[in-house]
Nanobody, 126 residues
Framework: QVQLVESGGRLVQAGEFLRLSCEAS????????LGWFRQAPGKEREFVAA????????VYADSVKDRFTISRANVKGPINLEMRNLKLEDTAVYYC???????????????????WGQGTQVTVSS
């Protein structure tokens, strides 16, 4: 079992910067990939970014590439998602998730992930 808690979501204006953080905790430490997803009202949950266990594989959705950065300081520390030049279409609930079966990959589909946080709301206004 892995518990995930997201934080940092809030109301911001278009063009601003925001950092989300995901803290993971477990009684059974093991390698995993961590991903960020988002879900806007009336839409399906979509992939945003992922980083594998070693940090050697990082993948971004085309819609956020060059604006968002996923990072981890160490294997036990929080995973951050830095979001620059935020757009109205970035408004969504952001979720972090863990893939324990493919820690060497940065998987991009919802089905690949085994544990999910409760989400944090990001709202971008004009």
């Amino acid at each position: 079992q892995v518990q995930l808690v997201e934080s940092g979501g809030r109301l911001v204006q278009a063009g601003e910067f925001l950092r989300l953080s995901c803290e993971a905790s477990t009684h059974n430490p093991r390698p995993w990939t961590l991903g960020w997803f988002r879900q806007a009202p009336g839409k399906e949950r979509e992939f945003v970014a992922a980083i594998n266990w070693s940090g050697t594989s990082v993948v971004y959705a085309d819609s956020v590439k060059d604006r968002f950065t996923i990072s981890r300081a160490n294997v036990k520390g929080p995973i951050n998602l830095e979001m620059r030049n935020l757009k109205l279409e970035d408004t969504a609930v952001y979720y972090c998730a863990v893939d324990i079966n493919q820690p060497w990959m940065a998987a991009q589909t919802v089905e690949d992930y085994d544990y999910w946080g409760q989400g944090t709301q990001v709202t971008v206004s004009s």
